[in-house]
């Protein structure tokens, strides 16, 4: 893990010895109100990213774009990403706010197929569980490192088939 200029473990450890238990909890509500705060900036930092990759995107540019980013986070920062899968209890008004705001990129390019109502609803489903599912076993090894990359293009690639407005077959015509 890459350190920067000026902070390492005993600096910040020395720093968090010179915080006294009452002028932490003036700050946050204990470790679950800590908790709260940490998922509430990683969920809108996380968003505004997802939003950048797909801006001025749509169809399947903005599915690789949005998947990519998605991945790099998670392999970026392992910690944050595992965190934004653990919402705070209870879900107050302001944690749905910041998820709201922050699924706005993922509605876009899911919408930008064409999908619309109730199929975007269980289409995004699929696509975060898919690509959710390929970096969760690829951040623990579970998929070898042989052409890793073109596997999650591949995925990306049927994923985007799945979501392209279909094209009626012969036994159907």
């Excluded at 995107?57 to 790099?72: H, I, P």
């Excluded at 990359?149 to 159907?172: I, K």
Aim: no cysteine; aromatic share 8%; net charge neutral.
């Amino acid at each position: 893990m890459a350190t920067r200029v000026g902070l390492d473990r005993a600096a910040v450890i020395a720093a968090a010895l010179g915080i006294r238990g009452p002028s932490l909890y003036a700050h946050v509500r204990g470790q679950a109100g800590l908790r709260r705060d940490l998922w509430l900036w990683v969920v809108a930092d996380l968003g505004d990213r997802l939003r950048d990759s797909v801006m001025g995107r749509s169809g399947e540019t903005a599915l690789f774009s949005f998947a990519e980013a998605m991945r790099d986070y998670a392999r970026r920062y392992p910690g944050r990403y595992q965190l934004t899968l653990d919402p705070p209890v209870p879900f107050d008004d302001e944690a749905i706010a910041v998820r709201r705001r922050a699924n706005a990129a993922f509605e876009a390019m899911i919408t930008s197929f064409g999908v619309r109502g109730e199929q975007a609803h269980h289409a995004g489903r699929a696509l975060r569980a898919a690509i959710h599912g390929f970096v969760a076993l690829e951040a623990s090894d579970a998929i070898g490192d042989h052409e890793v990359d073109a596997s999650f293009e591949t995925m990306l690639v049927l994923l985007s088939r799945g979501l392209s407005p279909q094209q009626p077959n012969a036994a159907t015509a």
